[in-house]
């Protein structure tokens, strides 16, 4: 897995390429919490380069948009692939989360 950072005005773009696993999850997680505890409480996950996310992975992503909310932050997922998309329709998350097709819709999302 591998995770790239990007300020754009107040929100931090992460991106992620690989899969989001129960092998990977863990420092997904420990990344996305560093962002946090540095101050950034506007982030937009961007999955246009992962493959698969498991539930280990869309636990990590439930946990940091709690924690995101405690602070007045959001999380934003954005550049679902197919694959990923039905895992989060299946499993909900595109109604817990906020969804955006595109880095785009999402930075331009209030």
Same mark, same amino acid.
């Given at each position: 897995?591998?995770?790239?950072?990007?300020?754009?005005?107040?929100?931090?773009?992460?991106?992620?390429?690989?899969?989001?696993?129960?092998?990977?999850?863990?420092?997904?997680?420990?990344?996305?919490?560093?962002?946090?505890?540095?101050?950034?409480?506007?982030?937009?996950?961007?999955?246009?380069?992962?493959?698969?996310?498991?539930?280990?992975?869309?636990?990590?992503?439930?946990?940091?948009?709690?924690?995101?909310?405690?602070? $007045?932050? =959001?999380?934003?997922? %954005?550049? #679902? &692939?197919?694959?990923?998309? *039905?895992?989060? $329709?299946? =499993?909900?998350?595109? %109604?817990? #989360? &906020?969804?955006?097709?595109? *880095?785009?819709?999402?930075?331009?999302?209030?």
């Amino acid at each position: 897995m591998d995770i790239s950072t990007e300020q754009i005005d107040s929100t931090t773009v992460v991106r992620m390429s690989g899969n989001l696993d129960t092998n990977t999850s863990g420092p997904a997680h420990e990344k996305l919490d560093a962002l946090i505890e540095q101050g950034n409480t506007h982030l937009l996950v961007n999955l246009r380069q992962v493959a698969f996310v498991s539930s280990a992975g869309l636990r990590i992503l439930l946990a940091t948009a709690k924690r995101l909310n405690g602070t $007045e932050g =959001s999380l934003k997922i %954005s550049n #679902l &692939n197919e694959t990923v998309n *039905e895992v989060f $329709e299946i =499993s909900g998350f595109n %109604s817990i #989360l &906020n969804v955006f097709t595109t *880095e785009e819709d999402a930075l331009n999302d209030g």
